[in-house]
């Protein structure tokens, strides 16, 4: 499946920057040492003067659920119908959810709760996206 | 006039505020609706502005007020349905020019301002208090409801309303480009349709409750059924269908597990609401229905998504914020007629509520009982968006008009009608409105 192609902004240049590093970064706020995905201008939780890094973490994470698209709205992904879409929550911090399509994985024969690690693929333009595989036994 | 939007303070958001200040101290009285249809054909007279001021007359003539009276004016200015002006497209000039306008020439078409209607309903002569409540008419009712209670207006129109136009649905736009910027691709990349989140939420309910989407089918062949019971619904209107089990269930995934029947059907409407003081609503046409309280959600999930204990932990704050500044219990409700657009999240409201005793997980189970208008455990008498189209309006005209004993053929029979709740939309983020036959 080719995703959309992805045209960092300011906010989110690190996140693009790092996957195409092949490494996964995920926003952090120093003050209240708390991640939050996707990211945002201030802190949710502390005040809006907090100061925000980007912390890499593992790479690795749990189903937590899914569903299968039958209709798709992006253009590009059409074609790839019908398709999964999970939900990843992440080993470092299990409140930290990302989506997948769980590349190798039969439509609707998800296992939720079996661990996964990312990946990445290149886009239509090329920037790499964090995906996840499932880990075997 | 420059129209503000309602500030924070307007909305009840806390548990501990206590009862609300103006309960039984503020009254909804007139009614009105626009027509449906499922898209706008790009005549001047179904454009949505007009439609908009169609309702607005209709709400002023059925409380039987001089237009002249009316000092307040509530409006959602966003209309979309998920259709939206393509950039570049050619503007309707001869729909623009049938119309006084803004500075915006879209103003009317494919949005709404106070500005715009007060330019279009010359009769609205005395109107000084105008605010914006953005999302839905649910958030518009939470500021009229506190609006008319603090004295900023007394006698106050309150209107949401909606387009769609020509093509499918959320398809346009960045959806159909080749790249998207990067801090929506975060989100927006992996390609879920509207209803994949809860979707996933009514997934892990299942998986911890052990239900099934088939258990949704009475839910929505009920709520058809009312819907077809709401005269100016989309389906009475245009197609007067009951949905039957074998149907609803055959019909094609959109994210599985909601289906098509899980996705309300975009339309055209739009619904109207004369509110006033107590007082004043005495001397009016028809019967005041009171508000007892306005609650509001404004939580957020952590992450992507909300999960179900996200869900659950929210939908109950929601229900103890309802019953506190109302002053009742859930022993008090007559029916309910919380937000169903997607259908696949009522069950969520209701077992917030608590509604008729129901605990996390049973409402699959409640479905299966008698939750007609006959019976003594209503269930979405309006039939809301599943049963007359995604309007998020249905719900509060059904409870306006069962508490008048004028809700028609739609008229809950199996209790007596004395408070009603309705709301929503999603189980995170809502604001919901107690109505009430009487002001104690």
Not at chain 1, 131 to 136: A, D, L, P, S
Request: with cysteine.
């Amino acid at each position: 499946m080719t995703k959309q192609g992805v045209e960092p902004d300011s906010l989110s240049q690190p996140f693009w920057d790092a996957a195409n590093e092949k490494r996964l970064v995920i926003q952090n706020c120093v003050d209240c040492d708390r991640l939050q995905h996707p990211p945002s201008d201030s802190c949710r939780d502390c005040d809006e003067g907090a100061e925000l890094e980007w912390k890499q973490v593992s790479g690795r994470g749990t189903i937590y659920n899914y569903g299968v698209v039958h209709d798709c709205p992006v253009r590009l992904l059409q074609e790839d119908q019908p398709f999964n879409l999970a939900v990843i929550m992440l080993d470092d911090d299990p409140g930290i959810q990302m989506y997948s399509h769980l590349p190798g994985v039969p439509v609707d024969e998800v296992p939720v709760g079996a661990a996964v690690e990312v990946i990445f693929e290149p886009s239509a333009n090329g920037q790499l996206v964090p995906e996840w595989r499932v880990i075997e036994d | 006039m420059t129209t503000p939007t309602a500030p924070d303070s307007m909305y009840r958001n806390d548990e501990g505020l206590g009862i609300w200040e103006h309960r039984g101290k503020v009254a909804a009285v007139g009614v009105g609706h626009g027509p449906t249809s499922r898209r706008w054909d790009g005549r001047a007279e179904t454009c949505v502005g007009a439609i908009t001021i169609d309702a607005l007359r209709k709400a002023i003539d059925d409380a039987g007020v001089a237009p002249d009276q009316i000092d307040g004016l509530v409006v959602v200015p966003v209309t979309t349905t998920g259709a939206f002006w393509e950039a570049g497209k050619p503007l309707p000039m001869d729909v623009i020019q049938s119309f006084n306008q803004t500075d915006d020439p879209l103003d009317g078409i494919a949005k709404l301002s106070a500005e715009w209607l007060l330019a279009n309903m010359p009769e609205l002569t005395n109107v000084q208090f105008t605010m914006y409540g953005p999302g839905c008419m649910s958030n518009a009712l939470n500021v009229t409801a506190q609006a008319v209670g603090d004295g900023l207006t007394h006698t106050c129109l309150v209107v949401k309303s909606w387009h769609n136009f020509e093509g499918r649905y959320y398809q346009g736009g960045a959806n159909a480009g080749n790249a998207i910027p990067g801090t929506p691709a975060i989100t927006q990349l992996w390609g879920g349709p509207a209803s994949y989140s809860t979707a996933l939420q009514f997934a892990e309910y299942c998986r911890r409750y052990g239900k099934t989407h088939e258990m949704m089918a009475p839910f929505m062949e009920n709520s058809r059924r009312n819907g077809l019971r709401f005269p100016e619904g989309y389906w009475a209107q245009h197609r007067p269908e009951e949905l039957i089990p074998e149907d609803y269930l055959a019909s094609r995934w959109i994210a599985k597990p909601a289906n098509l029947f899980d996705n309300d059907i975009p339309i055209m409407m739009s619904g109207a609401y004369l509110f006033s003081t107590a007082e004043r609503a005495q001397d009016m046409k028809q019967k005041p229905v009171y508000i007892l309280n306005h609650a509001s959600s404004n939580t957020r999930p952590r992450s992507l998504l909300p999960t179900l204990d996200e869900v659950e932990a929210d939908t109950a704050r929601t229900g103890r914020k309802i019953y506190e500044g109302a002053g009742i219990s859930a022993d008090d409700l007559s029916f309910e007629n919380m937000y169903d657009g997607f259908s696949l999240f009522h069950q969520f409201h209701l077992e917030g509520l608590g509604y008729r005793g129901i605990k996390f997980g049973e409402a699959l189970d409640f479905y299966q009982t008698d939750i007609s208008i006959e019976g003594p455990n209503p269930v979405s008498p309006s039939g809301g968006n599943v049963g007359s189209g995604r309007s998020r309006v249905w719900m509060h005209t059904d409870c306006i008009q069962q508490l008048q004993g004028r809700a028609g053929a739609r008229q809950v029979t199996g209790v007596k009608p004395e408070v009603g709740v309705s709301g929503g939309p999603m189980p995170l983020g809502g604001n919901y409105t107690v109505w009430s036959a009487s002001p104690d």
